[in-house]
């Protein structure tokens, strides 16, 4: 008789068990997460990409009174027929900004200008276009409605409606807004501040002169840009050397001084033990190994009180576990309710490689045609083509189990746009 040999059940989502999925890394950063608390008051001049830290009521409507939405002529609308012209007599103008004080009576009209009030008596305007006028007569044809042309007040806010709530990320139309109601400032929460150095025996930096088998650190540059365009305030703390006594007082430095914590390189398995072993000592650390394509190593938890992200060192890499674990992080951490992520569906222009196991994030290239999306791969996708990063605008999102994705075929893009 033949042994039994006992069988395993098949690994359940992925072939390598020891895996995190995307989803699941996402979902374990919450804990390591607080969101800042201090608040500050701007002016709103200074609060573009702020979050607002409290809930806006409308102190007054806008419009605050009745104007018109067309240069004119002001009305009674029981004085129009729809059977046949009516001759007006013209009495005198309302102004933007300098409004018609009297009031209009029956066969009265009034000459009013975009944005000027709507003078007392009247309803309804006719447009200049419309009209004849001889002298101080203005005839008005048939086939007018009543409150035509006509902006009411509150019509686009409403007082004491909410006009904008906590969390809320300031850009140009919220500045406008918070303007519109006479509002000059607005309590803001303070920005998150990010710590990060980059850690590399062979990293030069910008403005050094490159020697033999050294490269130029980008990722900090990388990083500056992204947090910044993230709202977070930046404490760089350079380049350092693969030493441990360097990397653990550089750890201790930033945790002391910023909310987050994030380096760059050696938490891949190759170079990755001593830093381990400087995290361990100083923190709750997790190294995760991710089921996704670029970006597989990232080591996550807290040193003292700040949130941690080892990201791997490969450029392409960085950018992908950024916006995809640390800037979802950054946006709660700094007051923002979280959002889905913003996913659309594109036609593939060409044959996308891809083995199961990972999700993939491909760079790519997102046009529209006719009304439909497209994408096509930005050129080579490995982790060190960061010129790729530069010529694609989306992420070409291919699922975990998936295999190669045939030219013609429906795939899931996530353009860059999502990420400022
Ligand atoms: P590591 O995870 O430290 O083994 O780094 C993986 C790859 O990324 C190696 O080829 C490194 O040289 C490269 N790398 C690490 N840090 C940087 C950096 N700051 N700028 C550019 N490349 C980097
Ligand atoms: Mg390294």
């Known amino acids: 008789?033949?042994?039994?040999?006992?069988?395993?059940?098949?690994?359940?989502?992925?072939?390598?068990?020891?895996?995190?999925?995307?989803v699941q890394a996402q979902t374990h950063i919450q804990q390591f997460i607080t969101p800042v608390e201090a608040t500050t008051n701007l002016n709103i001049r200074d609060a573009l990409g702020r979050v607002l830290a409290s809930?806006?009521?409308?102190?007054?409507?806008?419009?605050?009174?009745?104007?018109?939405?067309?240069?004119?002529?002001?009305?009674?609308?029981?004085?129009?027929?729809n059977q046949q012209p009516?001759?007006?007599?013209?009495?005198?103008?309302?102004?933007?900004?300098?409004?018609?004080?009297?009031?209009?009576?029956?066969?009265?009209?009034?000459?009013?200008?975009?944005?000027?009030?709507?003078?007392?008596?009247?309803?309804?305007?006719?447009?200049?276009?419309?009209?004849?006028?001889?002298?101080?007569?203005?005839?008005?044809?048939?086939?007018?409605?009543?409150?035509?042309?006509?902006?009411?007040p509150g019509d686009d806010i409403r007082q004491g409606s909410a006009l904008l709530t906590r969390g809320k990320k300031l850009g140009p139309?919220?500045?406008?807004?918070?303007?519109?109601?006479?509002?000059?400032?607005?309590?803001?929460?303070?920005?998150?501040?990010?710590?990060?150095?980059?850690?590399?025996?062979?990293?030069?930096?910008?403005?050094?002169?490159?020697?033999?088998?050294?490269?130029?650190?980008?990722?900090?540059?990388?990083?500056?840009?992204?947090?910044?365009?993230?709202?977070?305030?930046?404490?760089?703390l350079g380049v350092i050397a693969d030493q441990p006594a360097a990397i653990e007082q550089a750890m201790h430095s930033a945790a002391a001084q910023a909310d987050v914590v994030i380096t760059t390189g050696g938490v891949s398995v190759g170079d990755a033990d001593f830093v381990k072993a400087v995290l361990e000592k100083l923190g709750k650390i997790n190294f995760w190994r991710i089921a996704m394509k670029p970006g597989k190593p990232l080591a996550l938890g807290k040193i003292a009180n700040a949130a941690f992200f080892g990201l791997p060192g490969n450029p392409v890499s960085v950018m992908a576990t950024f916006y995809e674990f640390v800037l979802p992080a950054l946006r709660v951490m700094g007051g923002e309710a979280s959002r889905a992520p913003l996913l659309l569906h594109a036609i593939s222009k060409s044959r996308l490689k891809k083995s199961p196991g990972r999700?993939?994030?491909?760079?790519?290239?997102?046009?529209?045609?006719?009304?439909?999306?497209?994408?096509?791969?930005?050129?080579?996708?490995?982790?060190?083509?960061?010129?790729?990063?530069?010529?694609?605008?989306?992420?070409i999102i291919l699922p975990q189990d998936s295999g190669n994705v045939e030219a013609g075929a429906e795939v899931e893009v996530q353009p860059f746009a999502d990420f400022v």
Request: proline residues 5%; aromatic residues 6%.
């Open 1 to 22: 008789m033949k042994p039994t040999i006992p069988v395993s059940a098949p690994a359940c989502d992925t072939p390598d068990p020891g895996l995190l999925t995307v």
């Open 55 to 81: 809930d806006i009521t409308a102190p007054i409507n806008v419009p605050s009174y009745a104007n018109s939405a067309m240069d004119g002529y002001a009305v009674r609308s029981a004085d129009l027929s």
């Open 86 to 152: 009516i001759e007006f007599n013209l009495i005198g103008t309302s102004w933007a900004g300098k409004p018609f004080t009297g009031t209009v009576a029956s066969k009265q009209c009034v000459r009013i200008m975009t944005g000027a009030k709507i003078p007392a008596g009247a309803d309804t305007v006719i447009m200049q276009e419309q009209v004849q006028v001889q002298d101080h007569l203005v005839r008005i044809g048939a086939g007018h409605q009543t409150g035509q042309n006509v902006r009411l």
């Open 173 to 236: 139309a919220e500045l406008g807004l918070l303007a519109s109601q006479g509002i000059a400032q607005v309590a803001v929460y303070r920005r998150v501040r990010v710590a990060f150095f980059s850690t590399g025996d062979e990293l030069t930096p910008v403005g050094e002169a490159l020697r033999d088998g050294q490269i130029y650190d980008s990722n900090r540059y990388t990083l500056t840009g992204m947090l910044t365009q993230a709202g977070a305030e930046l404490i760089d």
């Open 359 to 395: 999700t993939d994030f491909q760079r790519g290239v997102l046009s529209s045609e006719n009304g439909k999306l497209y994408v096509d791969a930005s050129g080579m996708q490995a982790s060190h083509i960061l010129s790729g990063m530069s010529r694609a605008n989306c992420f």
